[in-house]
């Protein structure tokens, strides 16, 4: 069956057939084509531009089947060209003759434009649950360790002493500003271009504002051309998506260092890791190199969509069927990275003395030396060559600022006391940290308290 045959004289190629239909992967939103027509049936009832009975039969046959796929008695098959083909020619099987009043009033173009944007619509707010269950063990971890110290680096050096608490914390901001950047989104897209026909409406009179409602949107949207060939809503989510994987992509990337022979700072549980078919010692961070390497995956359906868009004139144009294929994979595969990446961190341990004595043998308390003698009258740029001396002395004899001797230090400044031992102990570099996002736990536990009360308030919509 063909929704559009009585013009043609001839068969289509068969081809050209098989290039043309889409059913093959649209008919992954069954739900939300069977969703809209319910909506548009029980419209065209209230209007009575069909009568209400004839809207009742329409919707109870398109909830069997609905019932019936979800059940697996009814099976969607690639005789038909797309999902709406399909759903139309079973409905017609099914009420008969009362069946081919549904599509009155609309067309493909719109009810393509609505379905996309349906399931893009529940793929926003599925991948929103799972970043706030991801948040939601960096919380955890966050406060079981403001008192973990680790070096914090720049460049991949070690710079100054941090803790677990704030470096996990950075990752928390990063997912909250992704989780806002998803809200605006759905704001923004929330709006129904069913009514709105092939690209000029219809004589018709629909009432689209019912409709809307119907199916939870905000309202209609307000010109029919842009209706139907409108598709920022998705390179939007496709390029907050691609920023996810970004951010995810950024803390995989540390995770690998951090659990190479070299760091040891944590230990991957085996459920999330895997071994070598040669080199029994190994136990590698799979997931967090598929998650770094699927990031390009991600990025490839954005720069496909952006690319197919860039020449289409007003309105529909069938370049546009290319925006389904690699935008599902990209749904499934950033909530996919998601939930390993949330498994993997919240069943890993962290090696805590480990970090500790990696953040004191990189000098990451070199700028509170420094600090300690500008606060006994020292300019600091003075302080920053003496200190720069100590770091030497230290290289050369393979020892960490602690464990220099009071006479070692004394030998290159006079003005270093007892006192220089607590003002570079990790505890104090830590604490004396008391400015707002600094690693203080003072102020770790006001950010933690902030970050809870985020997490009980905030919802996508």
């Given amino acids: 069956m063909k929704l559009w045959g009585g013009r043609f004289t001839k068969e289509t190629n068969q081809l050209v057939n098989n290039f043309n239909a889409s059913i093959s992967f649209d008919q992954k939103f069954f739900r939300q084509d069977i969703q809209g ?128 608490a704030h470096h996990f914390g950075a990752y928390f901001e990063m997912f909250k500003r992704d989780r806002g950047r998803l809200s605006d989104i759905y704001k923004r897209m929330n709006y129904c271009p069913l009514g709105s026909g092939a690209l ?25 051309m842009d209706s139907v060939s409108d598709r920022d ?51 590698n961070p799979d997931i967090a190199e598929l998650v770094r390497g699927k990031t390009g995956r991600v990025y490839g359906a954005l720069m496909s969509i952006l690319t197919t868009m860039k020449g289409i004139p007003l309105a529909y144009n069938k370049d546009m069927q290319e925006d389904k294929e690699l935008s599902f994979d990209a749904f499934d595969t950033v909530k996919g990275c998601i939930s390993l990446f949330k498994g993997m961190i919240d069943t890993m341990s962290f090696n805590a003395q480990r970090m500790e004595d990696s953040a004191k043998h990189g000098f990451t308390n070199a700028t509170d030396a420094a600090d300690y003698l500008v606060k006994k009258g020292v300019a600091f740029r003075d ?19 602690d464990d220099m001797t009071l006479a070692e230090y004394k030998e290159i400044s006079p003005v270093f006391e007892e006192d220089i031992y607590d003002a570079i102990s990790l505890k104090t570099c830590v604490e004396t940290r008391l400015t707002l996002g600094a690693p203080g736990p003072e102020m770790m536990n006001k950010v933690i308290a902030v970050c809870d009360k985020y997490m009980q308030e905030n919802q996508i919509i």
């Avoid at 970043?131 to 710079?159: D, S």
């Avoid at 009179?205 to 119907?214: G, H, I």
């Fill in 200 to 224: 000029a409406g219809t004589t018709y009179p629909l009432d689209r504002e019912l409709t809307a409602s119907l199916l939870g949107f905000y309202g209609p949207t307000l010109n029919s």
């Fill in 383 to 401: 302080a920053h060559g003496i200190v720069g001396q100590l770091v030497l002395h230290c290289i050369s004899k393979g020892i960490a600022l």
């Fill in 37 to 164: 027509s319910i909506a548009h049936a029980a419209m065209l009832g209230e209007t009575g531009i069909i009568t209400k009975n004839e809207s009742l039969e329409i919707q109870n046959g398109l909830k069997s089947i609905l019932a019936d796929i979800e059940s697996g008695r009814l099976e969607i098959t690639d005789e038909y060209e797309d999902i709406h083909t399909f759903m139309e020619a079973t409905l017609i099987e099914r009420i008969g003759e009362v069946g081919k009043k549904l599509h009155t009033g609309r067309s493909r173009n719109d009810q393509v434009a609505l379905d996309m944007r349906l399931f893009t619509r529940d793929e926003v707010k599925n991948v929103d649950a799972e970043l706030k269950e991801l948040m939601a063990v960096i919380l955890r971890i966050m406060k079981e360790n403001t008192e973990t110290y680790m070096p914090g680096f720049t460049h991949l050096q070690k710079a100054q002493p941090v803790t677990v």
């Fill in 233 to 283: 809503y998705l390179i939007e989510f496709l390029s907050a998506l691609s920023t996810i994987m970004m951010h995810l992509s950024r803390f995989s990337e540390e995770i690998c260092i951090w659990n190479s022979n070299e760091y040891k700072f944590i230990e991957l549980d085996d459920a999330y890791s895997t071994g070598s078919s040669i080199m029994p010692q190994k136990k």
